[in-house]
């Protein structure tokens, strides 16, 4: 009976000492980093000065309508109307781009890629990849 006290009030010891060796341990710092929400928008400044064209998308119409570029060339797609639109069609699935929102794509493959913007989907649009 005697071992028995003695074996619990050791285990109670080992316990009892249990947090006090876990709480010497540093808890890492909380890094709640509230960059999450950024929108889905390249920044401008990535573009360089060859291989990347631009196309704005004013008065509900892509200006250029019609783009000519070299297989690798990066497009960048800027809504300057309040109006929200997108750029759609073969490769291109922008996100709904409100105003002063842009959307980039590299092409990798030669070919003709006629888009739309599916809000409204008068405004067409045509990238010529040589
Ligand atoms: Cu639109």
Redesign the pocket.
Known sequence: MKKIITFMSTLVVILLMLPGCSSSYPTSPSTNAPSATQPTTPSTSTKSPTGAQSIS?KG?AFSPTELTINKGDTITWTNE?S????VVGGVLHSNDLTKGQSFSYTFTETGTIDYI????PS?KGRILVK
């Open positions: 998308i509900f109307d109006t929200v639109h997108n913007c599916t809000h409204h405004m």
